[in-house]
């Protein structure tokens, strides 16, 4: 599970064997799990996380977008 980034107990990170899904990046702190499609950044599924928050993740990915889908294809490929 190639890991993006961390941010405030968040771990953002995208499952290995997942490439020939659209490219996407999953969430998760604690019990609570998110995944965020990244072109446009929309929210595909949550466990756990409450609004505010999910409004807040939602934010950094789109701030972040580009370095996570730089990563994406860095593991990938093109």
Do not use: C, T
Not at 23 to 51: C, I, Q, T, Y
């Amino acid at each position: 599970m190639p890991e993006v980034f961390r941010y405030r107990g968040h771990r953002v990170f995208f499952f290995s064997d997942e490439g020939r899904e659209p490219v996407h990046v999953h969430v998760e702190k604690a019990d609570a799990h998110a995944k965020f499609w990244l072109l446009p950044v929309v929210l595909a599924e949550n466990r756990g996380f409450r609004a505010p928050e999910l409004r807040s993740l939602h934010n950094l990915i789109e701030e972040q977008q580009e370095r996570i889908i730089f990563r994406w294809h860095e593991h990938f490929g093109p």
